[in-house]
C-alpha cells in the first residue's frame, strides 16, 4: 500500500497561488494515475484533476485553466499548481491513486490533507 503526505496549503486572498505537493511511497508509483481531490465542508469529496501515468492530464470544469496538476517520477510527488483561487475553492486537498476509466481512488488510506483557505 503507498502511503501519501500532502503538503503545500495555506491562507491566500482571492487571486491567489498555492501550489501543493504529495509525497507517495513506494515504488511502483510511477505505474499509477493521480488524482487530486477536494472537499468542503459539509460537501462530498470530489476529483478535480488527474493525471495518468504517461502524463495525460483532465480536469474539473470548476478548474479547468486554473489549476496544473504535474508529477515527478523520480521524487514521487504528483503537484498541483492553483493560480486565480476563489473562496469556492477552499477545502482540504488530497492526493490518492485514481483509475482514470472511471475516476474512482484506488486506496481507501488517505493522507492527512492539506488545508486551503481563499478568503480577503
Known amino acids: 500500500q503507498v502511503q ?5 496549503g495555506g491562507l491566500m486572498q482571492p487571486g491567489g497561488s498555492l501550489r501543493l505537493s504529495c509525497a ?18 459539509g460537501k462530498e469529496r470530489e476529483l ?3 493525471i495518468t501515468s504517461g502524463g495525460s492530464t483532465n480536469y474539473a ?10 508529477r515527478d517520477n523520480a521524487k ?5 499548481q492553483t493560480n486565480r483561487l476563489k473562496p469556492d475553492d477552499t477545502a482540504v486537498y488530497y492526493c490518492n491513486a ?17 488545508q486551503v483557505t481563499v478568503s480577503s
Open 24 to 41: 507517495a511511497s513506494g515504488s511502483i508509483f510511477s505505474i499509477y494515475s493521480m488524482g487530486w481531490y477536494r472537499q468542503a465542508p
Open 48 to 50: 478535480v484533476a488527474i
Open 76 to 80: 514521487n510527488t504528483v503537484y498541483l
Open 61 to 70: 470544469d470548476s478548474v479547468k485553466g486554473r489549476f496544473t496538476i504535474s
Open 4 to 8: 501519501l503526505v500532502e503538503s503545500g
Open 98 to 114: 485514481t483509475d482514470p476509466s472511471n475516476r474512482h481512488y484506488l486506496f481507501d488510506s488517505w493522507g492527512q490533507g492539506t
